[in-house]
């Protein structure tokens, strides 16, 4: 299995998947990316601008704020709101714009065997989860769930039990994709198979996931 290639792949009726989106199907983080990006366009300091973010990004995270009122609270924080030409309709273009997709991943996806359900779990942000949600690369994605929609963040249980049953199958029949350990040994706790993922080990992880979809 090659992301473009599940000829002779053998599977299991009961074995599914469930990714989480940044840092799986992202390169590096968004969240790094785009306080970087944020920081050169206007000349900020990026620890300050990291500092503020990351201090609120929680509030998106569980849909407490809406963008605007994050960035309202990061331009006065880090500085950014002392350029009047910058607004918000410029921060939430570099914010959709810091996505960097990592296109193996994708591949994947796109070639996965149709008898395959595919769920998301996905700590997100307003605005970012209604781009990927109208995203064609993810027609393919059954019920996906995000943070900002439901309230709650993993490594939470609850959000591991919202994914079960958006997924509508067993946790054990469904092996989770994430790039952060905790959230791995959160999903194995919830009953679901975990398989961590690295972008730079694409290709050991299309083994991994091979044998976990042909029930070895």
Do not use: C
């Amino acid at each position: 299995m090659n992301g473009s290639d599940t000829s002779g792949l053998q599977l299991s009726t009961e074995r599914h998947l469930a990714f989480d989106w940044g840092g799986v199907f992202t390169v590096g983080t968004f969240d790094g990316r785009s306080t970087a990006r944020l920081s050169e366009r206007l000349g900020l300091d990026v620890k300050a601008v990291r500092a503020s973010y990351f201090r609120h990004v929680w509030q998106l995270e569980v849909g407490a704020w809406t963008l605007p009122q994050f960035w309202e609270v990061l331009a006065q924080e880090s500085g950014a709101a002392a350029d009047p030409a910058f607004g918000y309709a410029d921060f939430e273009a570099l914010y959709l714009g810091s996505i960097l997709p990592n296109a193996p991943m994708y591949a994947l996806l796109a070639h996965l065997p149709a008898g395959v359900r595919v769920g998301l779990l996905s700590n997100n942000y307003p605005v970012v989860s209604d781009h990927l949600r109208r995203d064609p690369a993810f027609a393919r994605l059954h019920n996906p769930v995000f943070s900002n929609e439901i309230g709650v963040k993993k490594p939470d249980p609850a959000s591991f039990a919202a994914l079960e049953q958006a997924m509508g199958l067993p946790a054990g029949q469904v092996a989770f994709v994430d790039d952060v350990q905790e959230n791995i040994l959160a999903a194995r706790q919830a009953g679901f198979h975990g398989l961590i993922y690295d972008h730079a080990q694409h290709a050991d992880f299309e083994r991994r996931l091979a044998a976990w979809l042909s029930g070895r």
